[in-house]
């Protein structure tokens, strides 16, 4: 069974910096794009980040240059590094994985159970 876990979440100050991680655990043939999402309250889930199994990275405009994914595939995980983060940051992150559990197998998409950042000002 495929499980995405993430951990990093917490209360930071704004201007402060959190890592957020997400690893994929189970038997697996291959991981391709990994994102994180958030959802804020009343808002409805927006992307945040992906990065290609090339490593071509992709970033919503309000956290360009704030933030930075990558991914280690020896680990299967990937990472979020958030930095002069805003209270307008507060969220719950989710990451999400496209996976082939076999080769040959068409890719299904997988979330995590979600982590909250909240961002105090």
């Known amino acids: 069974q495929v499980q995405l876990v993430e951990s990093g979440g917490g209360l930071v100050q704004a201007g402060g910096s959190l890592r957020l991680s997400c690893a994929v655990s189970g038997t697996i043939f291959s991981i391709n794009y990994m994102g994180w999402y958030r959802q804020a309250p009343g808002k409805q889930r927006e992307l945040v980040a992906t990065?290609?199994?090339?490593?071509?990275?992709n970033y919503e405009d309000s956290v360009k240059g704030r933030f930075t994914i990558s991914r280690d595939d020896a680990k299967n995980t990937v990472y979020l590094q958030m930095n002069s983060l805003k209270p307008e940051d507060t969220a719950v992150y989710y990451c999400?994985?496209?996976?082939?559990?076999?080769?040959?197998?068409?890719?299904?998409?997988?979330w995590g159970q979600g982590t909250q950042v909240t961002v105090s000002s």
């Open positions: 990065i290609t199994k090339g490593g071509t990275t």
């Open positions: 999400k994985a496209s996976i082939e559990l076999q080769i040959l197998q068409p890719p299904a998409d997988y």
